[in-house]
């Protein structure tokens, strides 16, 4: 990977913003870095790269050779650098505004242990609308000619961070792990900086691997044009019977964590866990998880799309049919994160779990819209069967599942995310549908026995690692909080 020129951190002013920042006070939205010991700063970072394409037999070869680009990075590190553990959680920001989902999923995971996480922009379509529309003054630099160039900025950001210039953005303290995450497009854009070679090509010095694991977040790679990200802009989709779209002796450990959405679409592209030192691997699918779900509060919410408002745009509908899930998928996730970091920094190795069945008839079940979506195998409650099994679908009160209807006229398709029409956009998004009193009685026989066995679930969970304690004790406390079946209450509870 290439050499890079870090240029920061910009300065900040009322009327000078970040697009994206973690926290913004006036609306109280987003995650409070003051409140946790944590600050961050905007870095310009400037760098070079090769974009690559296919030729007839699907091989990488070199298209442009030595392509410019400035782009951004975010830094979110503890205040007092003697607090950093080593850790930096990287994330290719997102099509969608150039969020980072990663961090509204585990920040305060992250800044209980001590990481610090970097944000980087790699797509064209928000990078071009950052300079020429939300911040012409502040991000007149910006500029990613190719889509191709994404690896190569991830490379080279990567590398930098495990060096001299990492240290300098972490106080003077030597980043010892780097984890890449990313979740759907970015998700997909990492499993191709995986198997494109891009991966064996970022070392360190001494020959090591400039990334520690990869935690690769609803992608499925079933699904053809969205699951392998393209090489480059214009390159061919990546046949679905090539290897490539596998994880396979990467060198350091991949999850690949995966919603019911995700698993519809996966049949005949999963492959077994391994402990192999070359071929770590762990898939974890969680039943009743959705591609979108809605975040556990305003804590959690990306900032961009107030700041759009603030601007003057619009903020994109999305009205569902159906009640959307209350499953907090991401709690899982930091705990999956933790899971991540035992395995490389102390040797744990993680649990497994046996893996959804995808059934072969689209008849047999709900399904998604696409025609790679297929029926998965569910219980007599229809929530699904088989992976991290959680007090939702264990000691169910609900039926849940990964996909919602639009409401008509109310679902607008964000801009420039891939999504072909309201009823897809309504697709990806989770449902619970409530068990009626009479059934909850029946099953539990009171309201009490209920809370009792589920709280009890969520205490086996932490025991087997799927939870840590700071999401258990919420989860706990939510149970005890709501009021009983079929009362007045717990009707009108919103989920």
């Known amino acids: 990977m290439g050499d890079i020129r870090i240029r920061g951190p910009l300065a900040v002013s009322a009327a000078d913003t970040m697009f994206g920042p973690s926290y913004l006070p006036d609306s109280n939205t987003g995650f409070d870095l003051g409140a946790v010991g944590y600050v961050e700063d905007e870095y310009l970072v400037d760098g070079a790269a090769t974009v690559y394409d296919y030729d007839a037999a699907f091989k990488r070869v070199v298209r442009s050779e030595g392509v410019d680009y400035v782009t951004r990075i975010i830094v979110r590190r503890p205040t007092d650098p003697a607090d950093f553990d080593g850790t930096v959680h990287l994330e290719p920001l997102h099509l969608d505004n150039d969020r980072g989902i990663s961090w509204h999923a585990v920040a305060p995971y992250i800044a209980r242990s001590g990481a610090a996480w970097v ?118 989709v990546l046949p679905e019977a090539d290897h490539r779209r596998f994880f396979d002796n990467v060198g350091v450990p991949v999850f690949e964590i995966l919603s019911e959405f995700e698993a519809e679409s996966n049949a005949g592209f999963g492959r077994p866990d391994s402990d192999e030192p070359s071929d770590e691997y762990r898939l974890y699918q969680i039943p009743g998880g959705s591609h979108h779900q809605l975040p556990a509060g305003p804590e959690m919410q990306s900032t961009q799309p107030v700041q759009l408002e603030m601007l003057g745009f619009t903020r994109p509908r999305a009205e569902m049919n159906e009640e959307p899930t209350d499953l907090r998928m991401t709690f899982i996730v930091r705990a999956l994160f933790e899971l991540m970091d035992r395995w490389v920094r102390d040797g744990c190795v993680p649990p497994r779990v046996e893996p959804f069945t995808v059934l072969d008839l689209r008849e047999l079940g709900p399904h998604g819209l696409w025609s790679h979506a297929f029926p998965l195998w569910r219980d007599r409650h229809g929530n699904a069967i088989g992976g991290i099994r959680t007090h939702w679908v264990e000691i ?100």
């Open 396 to 495: 169910p009160d609900s039926t849940y599942l990964p996909h919602s209807t639009p409401k008509p006229g109310c679902v607008d398709i964000p801009p420039g995310v891939p999504i072909p029409g309201p009823e897809f956009v309504a697709d990806i998004r989770g449902q619970r549908i409530r068990f009626t009193t009479e059934k909850l009685v029946a099953l539990y026989g009171s309201f009490e026995t209920y809370l009792n066995r589920a709280s009890a679930h969520i205490d086996s969970m932490v025991d087997a690692g799927w939870l840590l304690e700071p999401e258990a004790r919420e989860l706990t406390e939510q149970l005890h909080a709501r009021p009983p079946w079929g009362t007045a209450a717990e009707l009108l509870q919103p989920a």
């Open 119 to 236: 944000g980087v922009s790699v797509y064209p379509f928000p990078v071009n609308r950052m300079r020429d529309v939300i911040n012409p003054t502040r991000y007149a630099e910006l500029s990613i000619p190719d889509g191709g160039l994404a690896y190569g900025i991830m490379g080279d950001v990567a590398a930098a961070l495990r060096g001299e210039q990492g240290t300098a953005l972490l106080g003077g303290r030597t980043v010892e792990r780097l984890y890449l995450s990313g979740w759907s497009a970015t998700g997909s854009i990492i499993r191709t900086f995986v198997n494109e070679g891009f991966h064996a090509e970022c070392r360190l010095a001494d020959g090591s691997y400039a990334v520690s694991g990869y935690l690769v977040c609803i992608s499925g790679a079933g699904d053809p044009p969205r699951g392998y990200w393209p090489i480059s802009d214009g390159s061919p």
